[in-house]
């Protein structure tokens, strides 16, 4: 059974655009991994992290309106992507969400849903969990369920593990294989300039070159320790240089062109740079969102190959 401690007002409709009548849309914003520590794997395989995660402005377009039967289209910059990275149409976790909720809700409602795919696939963006968590709050909506969003957080566990925070859709703390969700009250505003140098890197494979060892659970349990108040950016930003990304030495070992990408951030004049996942997509953050355009339109200009945007940081 997955827990969840939940702020008592979190409304899951709150973010939903009715566009007309009969059709609305979501924004999929997405996920960032400010930091991520693996501490181990699991006796069921998956390996235990510790995530502290917020959201970029920013993200697909998942729009829905009324049909007998569930049916997805794409569209967009990586619509052609998407496509060839499935088997099957159905392996698509829009779908899969889509399927889950009409089972276990037992509606017998349709839904005829598009995405506009704006983020780049295998980015450590958590597009695919941050569209399916998408539709799981937009379907609950549309088709008037009126479900929770423990209730949708808990379904989005069976999903995949990032559907959980993606469903919460707020600066949170991602623990167990991901699964296990606590947000996080405070951060400072903060906008961020994300750079994907257009390659896809594989999260199964930079797992296996971590090469961590098996973790004792009931140890696992024991040492778990409360976040720091992010009060100030000071604050906050030594505990991002304290903790970093585990997976970036990995990730670099694939992608060296991480490496670069990392320092053309640098360069651009942002106060910290980070990867986010198992990546390949690195970010910069700035106080203040002029700085952030203005690293943009630099990073545009010396990387013009590139997928380059700057956006704000969801704090609440």
Known sequence: MVSFRLPPSTDPQSDICMTDSSSFSKTANAKINLTLSVLGKRPDGYHAVDSLVTFAALGDELSVSSSDELSLTYKGEFAQDLTASLMKKSDDLILKAAKALQKESGTSAGADLQLIKSVPLGAGLGGGSADAAACLRLLNSFWKLDWSLDALMTLGAHIGSDVPACVMNVPCRMTGRGEQVTKIDTLPILFCVLVNPRMSVSTAEIFRKLNKPNIDMDALEATSEPLPIF????????????TGNDLLSSAIETAPVIRSVLDAINDSGADISAMTGSGSTCFGLFKDEVFA????????RLLPDYWVEST????D
């Open 293 to 300: 355009r203005r690293a943009k339109e630099k990073l545009k």
């Open 231 to 242: 009060a100030n950016h000071d604050v906050f930003y030594n505990y991002l240089k304290k």
């Open 312 to 315: 704000a940081l969801k704090t």
